[in-house]
T-cell receptor
Framework: DSGVTQTPKHLITATGQRVTLRCSPR?????VYWYQQSLDQGLQFLIQ???????AKGNILERFSAQQFPDLHSELNLSSLELGDSALYFC?????????????FGPGTRLTVT | AQTVTQSQPEMSVQEAETVTLSCTYD???????LFWYKQPPSRQMILVIR??????QNATENRFSVNFQKAAKSFSLKISDSQLGDAAMYFC????????????FGSGTKLNVKP
């Protein structure tokens, strides 16, 4: 158990709908990252937050948005969903300091758009 | 921005044999961290091994070891005595040593283990 939690585990929704994925980082971790992974593909970096502020942006569509709240949990909002958005969405967290520098991954949310 | 390249999309190894997965990266930084993550069919991301750039000694974790060549910007993963459970996608990753905690991942290498 990495200590990173993601809810829900599975989500099935229809095209055009909007969903929210939730992530709770490890206790004390200030950085949260979101990744998208389609079947048999690599990790596509979407966005990073550090202590509530957006730190880096990757290939995130305009239909997607994210935020990190004061309690450090993060939400990824996906709107106007398309079939191609079906994927596994990972959240990961890492510590601020250099003593503990790896990235810890949650179990992922599997999104299916029908 | 830093880039991480895994030039082998897929590899195969016989059970009990040794296999080496390649990873190169591009950076202008002198201090950073490197990782290998494993993603089995369950799709959970599991840290296999880590390496600090300031350490000359190559990291080892049981059957897993790395060959870290800082000047060549190369970070290969060697798996000895391969087991069926090693079959997975392997991702190489780079992290800056600054406080921004930026990570960069390679495209992955799919490892097949033949019985």
């Amino acid at each position: 158990d990495s200590g990173v939690t993601q809810t829900p585990k599975h989500l099935i929704t229809a095209t055009g709908q909007r969903v929210t994925l939730r992530c709770s980082p490890r206790s004390g971790d200030l950085s949260v990252y979101w990744y998208q992974q389609s079947l048999d593909q690599g990790l596509q970096f979407l966005i990073q937050y550090y202590n509530g502020e957006e730190r880096a942006k990757g290939n995130i569509l305009e239909r997607f948005s994210a935020q990190q709240f004061p309690d450090l949990h993060s939400e990824l909002n996906l709107s106007s969903l398309e079939l191609g958005d079906s994927a596994l969405y990972f959240c990961a967290s890492s510590a601020a300091g250099l003593a503990d520098y790896e990235q810890y991954f949650g179990p992922g949310t599997r999104l299916t758009v029908t | 921005a830093q880039t991480v390249t895994q030039s082998q999309p897929e590899m195969s190894v016989q059970e009990a044999e040794t296999v080496t997965l390649s990873c190169t990266y591009d950076t202008s930084e002198s201090d950073y961290y490197l990782f290998w993550y494993k993603q089995p069919p369950s799709r959970q991301m599991i840290l296999v091994i880590r390496q600090e750039a300031y350490k000359q000694q190559n990291a080892t974790e049981n059957r897993f070891s790395v060959n870290f060549q800082k000047a060549a910007k190369s970070f290969s993963l060697k798996i000895s005595d391969s087991q069926l459970g090693d079959a997975a996608m392997y991702f190489c990753a780079y992290r800056s040593a600054d406080n921004f905690n930026k990570f960069y991942f390679g495209s992955g290498t799919k490892l097949n283990v033949k019985p």
